[in-house]
């Protein structure tokens, strides 16, 4: 495998467009090129977001270097999801279908609930999207999970429960959630595959590829980030750690992680480093220490 140059970590949101002055909830991007981080950008809509991340392939591409771009939502359902809304197993034909019904403006009002609410209707009884601002709204997603059957879908996916994430896909409100994140991330990242080099892993063949996007966890470092005192916002902290931590792992190791999957990331996609947390941690905490 072709090393990687540049890393970028993007702690990703759904909600609605952020104040001027950084803040927590917000999306946050690190960057870390050859083991060393830059400050972590602030962006205060999705819009913005993808207009940075744009820019930062086709820099780095102009000046030759290969760049992994991470984003911490995740890339797939659990098996038998794609099939059951689009009747393929192809995670981009969902990802297709998905980008089709988005609705996203500039001050981040979203149909997200209702597009999880059409979701629900291919299924019998309750679908398995739950959770919602108020019990009134959206009818076809319920409130609470309580009473829903995970029988022709599972709950979770394999990398879900190697990393012991504390989400599923299904849940779109009360923290921690991930599953608001995953319907207004998936139209960006169909749009950034569009571009020329980039590749995502692991549906596609990324060895060799310029640009290579990838699912993250900041949630994999957790004890370095609360190893480090900081009044830093650590929405901040944790991507400016985890870019850092990944560029400072040696390219063998990385490419192992990348390669070595269980058959159900071909539809479900993984998690990078799921199973590997003690060692994404001991870079982590070198992070620290050098910073």
Known sequence: MTPFDTILVAD??????????????????????????????????????????????????????????????????????????????????????????????????????????????????PGPFWGKPNRTDWPGVPFRKAGISYDTVPERRACDLAAKAASSCFQLAFPPTVGGQILMGLPTLNRLRARPGVAVWPFEDWTNAPTVLAEIWPGLIEPAVKALQTDDIRDAVQVRLLATALSRLPAATLHDWMTDLPDEAREEAWILGAGHNAQLVSHAEDTDAAA
């Open 12 to 125: 990703w949101s759904a909600g609605k467009r952020r104040p001027a002055r950084p803040s927590k909830d917000a999306i946050w991007l690190g960057i870390a090129r050859n083991g060393a981080a830059q400050d972590p950008i602030y962006c205060r809509s999705r819009q913005e977001a993808e207009a940075q991340i744009t820019a930062l392939i086709d820099a780095e591409q102009a000046a030759g270097r290969r760049l992994l771009a991470s984003f911490d939502f995740p890339f797939g359902y659990p098996i038998g999801l794609a099939n059951h809304i689009t009747g393929f197993d192809d995670p981009f034909a969902l990802w297709d279908w998905i980008s089709a019904r988005i609705t996203d403006e500039a001050d981040g009002t979203n149909n997200r609930y209702a597009v999880a609410e059409e979701m629900n209707g291919h299924f019998d009884g």
